[in-house]
């Protein structure tokens, strides 16, 4: 075996395997601690400011405002049929981990429901609100989780009637609110839809990171010396890719490179040198998983 696959295996692999038992641990660790954080901030943002974003958490202050019926029961009422439900029409995909998510957040929500209102500004509410349930959301994710209501009621309506699952998510929020419109009050809607921003927001960033990486596509009739250049100057690699030109014809080479945020300077800099009339895009990607950038979970 060659030094770079051993290097490769020690540092693109993840430090337990899927089904290590330590690994098995710290996902449940992560869905209870997610769920907690998400309890907490139910009861001292959302609740007390009747900020309802979307989901059975949502529907369940909604209810409690109109009908005085306690959250985390609504929620447990909500959330255990919603799994049977799932498990028998969509099968095993719902597992202890669904399970366990949907019983843990409104028993944290139970738990914590004394602690006081962190504030009474439904702006602030909102945001707040929307960090804190983004987080816990994240790490439940993280811990390859969920915590049931929406998630399985946006999948059976994918299964069922073929509507993509981000759209039936949104289907499902967008119900919760318009039902927080007419029933609470129009401004306790937009005060949700703000915290279901902020929510997805933060969400994302809890997933992908903060930093956010950049792919060059490089067209220059230098491509040997460019790809010298690069791999020496910037010490990162590329790769070749065989396009065609729309006007000539003719067969092209096309270099293609992810670089952090920092060196795009750098790289610019060095595809000048080197050819000044190089045809360059430089575009955002999300995440990028290998060697020299993050490594998975």
């Not at 998510?169 to 839809?193: H, Q």
């Not at 070749?240 to 610019?268: D, N």
Request: hydrophobic share 50%; charged share 15%.
């Amino acid at each position: 075996m060659s030094s770079w696959s051993l290097k490769r295996g020690r540092r693109g692999a993840p430090l337990f395997p899927v089904n290590h038992p330590i690994r098995i641990v710290l996902d449940y660790a992560l869905i209870l601690f997610g769920a907690f954080i998400m309890g907490i901030t139910f009861n001292m943002f959302q609740l007390p400011n009747k900020i309802a974003s979307g989901g059975i958490s949502g529907l369940s202050i909604v209810l409690e405002e109109v009908l005085g019926w306690v959250p985390a029961i609504t929620q447990y009422a909500f959330n255990i049929p919603l799994f049977i439900l799932g498990v028998m029409l969509l099968g095993k995909q719902f597992g202890i981990r669904t399970l366990i998510g949907s019983i843990a957040m409104p028993s944290f929500i139970f738990l914590t429901s004394d602690l006081p209102a962190a504030t009474y500004n439904p702006l602030l509410a909102s945001i707040f609100g929307g960090i804190g349930i983004g987080l816990g959301l994240g790490l439940v994710f993280h811990g390859r989780g969920s915590t049931g209501g929406n998630a399985i009621t946006a999948q059976l309506i994918h299964t069922y009637l073929g509507v993509s699952r981000p759209l039936a998510i949104a289907m499902c929020d967008g119900i919760v609110i318009i039902l927080a419109g007419i029933l609470l009050s129009f401004e306790d809607a937009m005060y949700a839809l703000i915290g279901l921003f902020v929510m997805s927001k933060t969400l994302d960033v809890v997933q992908v990171g903060f930093s956010y990486t950049k792919v060059a596509f490089i067209i220059t009739d230098k491509t040997e010396e460019m790809s010298a250049t690069i791999l020496k100057d910037l010490n990162r690699g590329l790769t070749k890719l065989h396009g065609e030109g729309g006007y000539t014809g003719e067969g092209r080479i096309v270099l293609m490179v992810v670089v952090g945020q920092t060196e795009v300077i750098k790289l610019k800099q060095l595809v000048q040198s080197v050819d000044s009339n190089a045809f360059v895009i430089i575009s955002d990607t999300n995440e990028v998983l290998g060697e020299g950038f993050k490594i998975p979970a």
